[in-house]
């Protein structure tokens, strides 16, 4: 089951993208010849040109002093109609494709779709998959939709959440309902791993001057789609006190980046360092992961729903490796692998969902080697 995509937009880009090849004076130029040609019409003189004097005694001082006067009408005409111009627009890099601009035209031009449940039915159905597809969840699915529903009753459309943390042991799924979530409720997605460094770059972007200069991972992700509300997954937030050597883990990279985007009255007025100029960023859904509560920086916490996912229990474990089995598995091996994870979960050892994921891929090939 899915979630019909809505079809509303609205305004992420406030300034149009102009080439860095179109310099101001090339702007300026063409609308002078073109106020040139029509000057006469424009800019009708008060007196009659029949006071040119002869054709060769060369034009009259009053002339000249007509024709002086008119030129600074024209120019002064032009320079604000320039300036009119270039104040609603924004430069782009010169390194930047021109697939990329036409991109950011499009948007700027069309706005942004706001995809996800336009209506209470497609926000109960979204909540019934989700839960359908990972029950120990249920709280954070039953928390999107109140959401939802919430926004669908004060007239919005579209997926959207207040940003989360989903806190739990290596392997009980948290990134697997994020991606869930994007996917039943059809918005792109992102996932921005902080382990692999740089996270903070990739949330905010990097200015010009660098070698590594881009806007970051929310801007791009809404440029190439057109979407406004993505699902953006930062996974083991824990690990952000360590990004830039933060003795409090309270001033990092990572941290900075997040609290201009999570706030959704400061995300709405963001500035990309890369482009140079603000990018509504208040429509996207972001979902943090963290394995350990105690090393999530404060001000995260501060400005996120926090979850704590259990799933040691062993009917959400049989359910899971039932999905991930499918039709390769005999009812006797569902039976002992059932069997196998309730000994373990009584043990006080449940498997992870990766362990059970692993489990039932083995399952499948062998079940294919047998048929060939």
């Not at 993208?17 to 019409?41: H, I, Y």
Request: a positive charge; glycine letters at 8%.
């Amino acid at each position: 089951m899915v979630v019909a995509m809505t079809q509303k937009r609205v305004q992420v880009l406030h300034k149009k993208p102009l080439s860095a090849s179109l310099a101001r004076s090339t702007v300026t130029g063409k609308t002078n010849t073109a106020f040139v040609k029509r000057w006469g019409r424009m800019f009708p003189s008060d007196e009659s040109r029949d006071d040119c004097g002869d054709i060769f005694d060369g034009p009259s001082k009053e002339w000249r002093e007509r024709n002086k006067r008119e030129n600074h009408r024209i120019f002064r005409a032009v320079e604000r109609l320039v300036d009119q111009k270039f104040r609603s627009t924004f430069e782009v890099d010169k390194n930047i494709s021109d697939t990329s601009v036409k991109r950011m035209h499009h948007l700027y031009t069309l706005g942004a779709r706001l995809a996800g449940p336009e209506a209470a039915e497609s926000v109960y159905d979204l909540a019934a998959v989700l839960h359908a597809q990972a029950p120990w969840l249920a709280e954070v699915s039953t928390s999107i939709m109140n959401q939802g529903l919430a926004h669908i009753v004060a007239g919005g459309v579209g997926l959207r959440f207040d940003p989360m943390i989903l806190v739990g042991s290596p392997g009980c799924g948290k990134t697997h309902f994020a991606r869930l979530v994007a996917e039943f409720a059809r918005t792109p997605r992102a996932i921005i791993d902080v382990g692999a460094g740089g996270a903070g770059f990739r949330i905010a972007g990097v200015e010009h001057g660098w070698s590594s200069a881009r806007s970051g991972v929310p801007v791009e992700l809404i440029s190439e789609t057109a979407v406004a509300n993505p699902v953006i997954v930062v996974d083991e937030v824990c690990k952000a006190g360590g990004a830039m050597h933060s003795a409090d883990r309270s001033a990092t990279s990572l941290t900075t980046s997040l609290l201009q985007v999570l706030e959704r009255s400061s995300a709405e007025h963001f500035v990309c360092p890369f482009l140079r100029t603000r990018f509504d960023l208040s429509h996207v859904n972001w979902i943090l992961t963290a394995n350990y509560e105690h090393q999530i920086p404060a001000p995260l916490l501060d400005r996120c729903q926090v979850f704590r996912v259990d799933v040691s229990k062993p009917e959400h474990l049989v359910a899971f490796f039932n999905r991930a089995a499918g039709d390769d598995a005999e009812p006797g091996e569902l039976e002992r692998v059932g069997a196998f994870i309730e000994e373990m979960c009584d043990a006080g050892r449940p498997p992870s969902l990766r362990q059970i994921g692993r489990l039932a891929k083995t399952l499948r090939a062998t079940r294919r080697d047998m048929l060939m």
